[in-house]
């Protein structure tokens, strides 16, 4: 079983304020997904890395995918109200196997208040 | 734009009664996903389908059944209900085949109280 750990699970932080939200594991990935959800909503796709090292923005979040395919992280910069909700990550498996195609953190949680 | 579509979005069961979830999307995808979300646990997946007329199952297909009637709909059903099977189920779809890089889109999920 490939496992994907999401550190924090938790992060409460004032309006303003910058924010790392990290996700781990021992095995390699073809890519790393990220999603957000809000409540009451299914996760919505917000960016895919595929290149190890990859660097993407999306205007104040940037993702980063580790040079060995392993790891990812997120970034905000500034958080607002509006980043308020769930972060999922999940990578694209390699192989086969009755987790399927991505293998999903268990989300970082994100309150940003005003 | 409907995307993915789940019914219903809210039900409440007694223990040992069956229920079937229905999902339909209408992006053409290939593959379908039945996942459920639990407080600290993820999102764990039940089922999925790679093609119309193929099913597998995933981390946790106890309890469930699934059908992928056609290419656009791929039901779950619980033949009798039980209180650890409730929770949030989404259906999800992809483009491509199921091991591709391929994103997923979720539909907003049932939520399912078993007493």
């Known amino acids: 079983t490939q496992l994907l750990e999401q550190s924090p699970q938790f992060l409460s932080i004032q309006e303003g304020e910058n924010l790392t939200v990290y996700c781990n594991s021992s095995s390699v990935f073809s890519s790393l997904q990220w999603y957000r959800q809000e409540p009451g909503e299914g996760p919505v796709l917000l960016v895919t890395?595929?290149?190890?090292?990859e660097v993407k923005k999306l205007k104040r979040l940037t993702f980063q995918f580790g040079d060995a395919r392993k790891d990812s992280s997120l970034h905000i910069t500034a958080a607002q109200p509006g980043d308020t909700g769930l972060y999922l990550c999940a990578g694209a498996a390699l192989y086969g196997g009755s987790q399927g195609n991505l293998i999903f953190g268990k989300g970082t949680k994100l309150s940003v208040k005003p | 734009n409907a995307g993915v579509t789940q019914t219903p979005k809210f039900q409440v069961l007694k223990t040992g009664q069956s229920m079937t979830l229905q999902c339909a999307q209408d992006?053409?995808?290939?593959?379908m996903y039945w996942y459920r979300q639990d407080p600290g646990m993820g999102l764990r997946l039940i089922y999925y389908s790679a093609s119309e007329g193929t099913t597998d199952k995933g981390e946790v297909p106890n309890g469930y059944n699934v059908s992928r009637l056609n290419k656009r709909e791929f039901s779950l059903r619980l033949e009798s209900a039980a209180p650890s099977q409730t929770s949030v189920y989404f259906c999800?779809?992809?483009?491509?085949?199921?091991?591709?890089?391929?994103?997923?889109?979720f539909g907003d999920g049932t939520r399912l109280s078993i007493l």
């Open positions: 999800a779809s992809s483009a491509g085949g199921v091991y591709s890089n391929q994103p997923q889109h």
């Open positions: 992006m053409n995808h290939n593959s």
């Open positions: 890395v595929v290149t190890g090292g």
